[in-house]
């Protein structure tokens, strides 16, 4: 599926078959190298110590917010429009919000009623609330790790858009920089045992809203997603935007409006 904004055209694919190592060779690492270790030593792995594995299952993370949702529509969409036997594996982390599975959650389910296909059961993650790192970072790590390893998937696709371009004086700036038009994030990359796909990095919220127009969604889907990163006293307990964040500034920016 192909989608052309403004001078760029971002396609969201779903390969037939993807690069594994062999089950021999992977044993080896898995037995020899802890996670980081393994990640430096597939580095000097021989194209000849891989082969083609067919694609059954694909996974997404949700949060719940603009970018995941549409990105696990349009899939959803592809694999019923063009009859492929693939499942999706949604999956979820519960944050610093606790809102992230609930919305996501709400997603799925307007997805599977509006597009009448069904997904594998959602799963969510919940990591210590009081360790930060682990809550916000290490926990992708180490599940993506452990469902790459167990063939859970064999694709895992992410939402993520880029920055706000860096001269655009009306919004401020996110403190992601890895996320800045500049950065180098290709949109595949593969490791070894990770397969990733990042569609819509090449584009930004508002190249986003464009594609929620082009699909009907922006009256329909985008009311039930959220950004926001406000407190719960700020939200109403996580029912409304708290319109100060920079998530928020984002949303509003792009698509001039909160829901």
């Keep these: 599926m192909i ?25 080896k690492f898995v037995e020899k190298y802890d996670a980081d270790e393994m990640l430096q ?9 891989h082969y083609q594995r067919k694609v059954e299952t694909i ?3 949700m949060s ?18 063009e009859n492929l036997k693939i499942n999706i594996q ?21 997805i599977e009623q509006n597009l009448n296909i069904k997904m594998n059961n959602h799963i969510v993650y919940y990591p210590p609330m009081n360790d930060e790192h682990y809550r916000e970072i290490q926990v992708f790590r180490e599940k993506d790790n452990e469902n790459f390893l167990n063939n859970n998937f064999q694709i895992l696709y992410s939402g993520i858009t880029c920055n706000p371009p860096s ?6 700036k996110n403190k992601e920089r890895t996320r800045d038009e500049e950065s180098e994030r ?8 990770r397969y990733y796909i990042n569609p819509f ?8 809203k464009l594609i929620y127009d082009q699909l009907n969604l922006t009256d329909s889907l985008f009311p039930i997603t959220r950004s926001c990163e406000g407190s719960d006293y700020e939200t109403g307990n996580y029912t409304y935007h708290c319109k100060k964040c920079w998530w928020c500034e984002e949303r509003y920016w792009a698509f001039g409006r909160y829901v």
């Design 201 to 208: 990095f090449g584009i930004n919220k508002k190249g986003l």
């Design 90 to 110: 949604p999956l979820s982390v519960r944050r610093g919000r606790g809102w992230n599975p609930i919305y996501a959650g709400h997603v799925i389910d307007f």
């Design 167 to 172: 001269d655009d004086r009306t919004i401020s």
């Design 41 to 49: 030593q597939l580095k000097h792995v021989s194209k000849n110590d």
């Design 64 to 81: 719940g917010g603009a970018d995941s949702s549409l990105l696990t529509y349009v899939l959803a969409k592809k694999i019923k429009d």
């Design 186 to 193: 290709p949109l595949k990359t593969f490791n070894g045992i």
């Design 59 to 61: 996974g997404i993370w």
């Design 3 to 27: 989608f052309n904004i403004d001078d760029k055209k971002v396609e969201v694919s779903i390969p037939e078959f993807v690069p594994k190592l062999k089950p021999d060779i992977l044993k």
